[in-house]
């Protein structure tokens, strides 16, 4: 069979609703990666806490964090098609600076490897670190590089209201992107930034045509990805939006093991 990327999403996805990964993913994944297959996590997270999941997988491949602004292959710094692709930290201080204007109630700048925040209140959440070594409170002091992303909390009735003031002074810089779920923000990334950027580079780099990419998700953010992808597999439990243009869709949930039992099925793995 003909080497494919499959490029997985982490939460809602690869990760059961617990944001562990089962043992029969772990062990599909693996298999198919001794097959010779590219099997690449694609994900929203940044790097800092995906990195744990990556180990535990343990292939040897890219990756993909902050929704495509970086693809990179840990712990080879000269993997050739990597790019990290960042904001003008001015935005993060002029929003910093309109932080009760605009009624946002928490402002994180998120660097490679450290969080910036203006609020030492992190939400309870995967996404946030209980080790608290490589959390700094934001200020010209502590930011003193450009961030990857932004990540805004407010009541939810306003976020639309917050993207579109910065849409109004950064539009041409900008893409602003919604989460839902349990953890409602609004995530700022770099303009034309999503994850089928970083799907693409690592498929032309390997020489994988795009009718041999898999690729799997369950939210917006997925939406380009599975576009892009020969084959865009929705999960069971994705957002409809998410499974209006996908191709296919999972017949069981991430917390019933759906990425897993969907490659052992397409193939033809034994369990």
């Not at 580079?201 to 369950?218: C, K, M, S, T």
Request: some cysteine; charged content about 20%.
């Amino acid at each position: 069979m003909k080497q494919h990327l499959i490029a997985i999403d982490l939460d809602g996805t690869t990760l059961n609703n617990q944001s562990k990964v089962s043992p029969l993913t772990i062990q599909t994944l693996q298999t198919l990666d001794q097959m010779g297959h590219l099997v690449c996590i694609v994900t929203g997270r940044p790097y800092r806490n995906s990195e744990a999941i990556y180990r535990q997988l343990n292939i040897q491949a890219p990756m993909v964090n902050f929704n495509g602004a970086l693809c990179h292959f840990p712990g080879n710094d000269q993997w050739i098609p990597s790019y990290h692709v960042c904001l003008d930290k001015e935005m993060a201080f002029e929003l910093f600076s309109h932080q009760e204007q605009l009624e946002i109630n928490l402002l994180c700048a998120e660097g490679r490897d450290q969080l910036f925040t203006t609020s030492m209140a992190l939400p309870d959440s995967p996404f946030y670190p209980v080790d608290r070594s490589h959390v700094y409170r934001l200020s010209r002091e502590s930011l003193t590089y450009d961030p990857t992303a932004l990540t805004i909390f407010s009541h939810e009735s306003k976020q639309k209201e917050i993207e579109q003031n910065i849409l109004t002074v950064y539009g041409d810089q900008v893409s602003v992107r919604t989460w839902g779920g349990q953890l409602p923000c609004l995530e700022v990334v770099r303009k034309g930034i999503n994850k089928a950027i970083g799907v693409k580079a690592i498929a032309e780099f390997y020489r994988i045509p795009q009718e041999a990419i898999l690729a799997f998700g369950d939210e917006e953010n997925d939406l380009e990805m599975l576009t892009y992808a020969g084959l865009g597999v929705a999960m069971k439990n994705a957002n409809p939006e998410l499974v209006k243009v996908s191709q296919d869709q999972t017949d069981f949930t991430n917390d019933e093991d759906g990425l897993a039992r969907y490659l052992i099925q397409y193939f033809g793995l034994t369990n």
